[in-house]
Structures are given as structure tokens and as C-alpha cells.
């Protein structure tokens, strides 16, 4: 990692920053390094069957939902994030959720 002017040690960054504007980060992540991008009902039966099992579609209360957005050329992205490695953003989404980005419709989330 690169750190321009950080006082670092083994577990903490320290910093002094003057922010122009709002005191607000704006991070940019490529979704597709998280999920895959799904476009066709197909597709979506292959992914949940995968997580679900074969009988997904009777207990699957988003699964409807899905299928009209495909159906009206809207893409999805199916993915996974966990905790359990280095990539800190993907520990960022994996604690703090999708709930605070203005620009995603959250369909599931567990």
C-alpha cells in the first residue's frame, strides 16, 4: 500500500488532512471484481440454483422481482464479499452493507 505523508506502524494509519469541501471520501469499486453481471433469466437460474439449490424459485421472494428487471434489459450483479482476506475493500462493503449508495437498488443482502 501507498501511504503519501502517513505516520504508520504495524496496525494504524495516522493522519492530518484539510478537506475542500464536504469532509467526505468518495470511493469508486468496480462491482464486477465482487459478482458477476447477469443478464438473462438463464443466467439467473444457473447463479441461484448454485446457492439455493434446485427448489430456489418456491422459497426465492426476490426471484419475480429479478426476472422483470432482466426482462427490461436491466443487468444484475450476483456476487459474494467476506472478511476473511486483505482486500480492504471488500471488508469495507462486507461491514458497512450497499445500504448507504445512492446510485444501487439492493434486491438481497444477507
Known amino acids: 500500500m501507498i501511504r503519501i505523508c502517513f505516520v504508520a506502524n504495524s496496525s494504524s494509519s495516522s493522519f492530518i488532512v484539510v478537506p475542500i469541501g464536504e469532509p467526505v471520501l468518495t470511493f469508486k469499486i468496480d462491482l464486477g471484481s465482487y459478482s458477476t453481471k447477469v443478464t438473462t433469466i438463464k443466467e439467473l437460474d444457473i447463479k441461484l440454483e448454485r446457492w439455493w439449490g434446485k427448489g430456489f424459485k418456491e422459497d ?3 426471484y419475480e422481482e429479478c426476472v422483470e428487471l432482466i426482462n427490461t434489459g436491466q443487468p444484475l450483479y450476483i456476487g459474494s464479499v ?6 480492504a475493500l471488500e471488508h469495507l462493503l462486507y461491514d458497512s452493507g450497499f445500504g448507504e449508495f445512492e446510485n444501487l437498488k439492493v434486491i ?3
Open 108 to 110: 438481497m443482502g444477507e
Open 60 to 62: 426465492c421472494s426476490f
Open 82 to 87: 467476506c472478511s476473511d482476506n486483505d482486500d
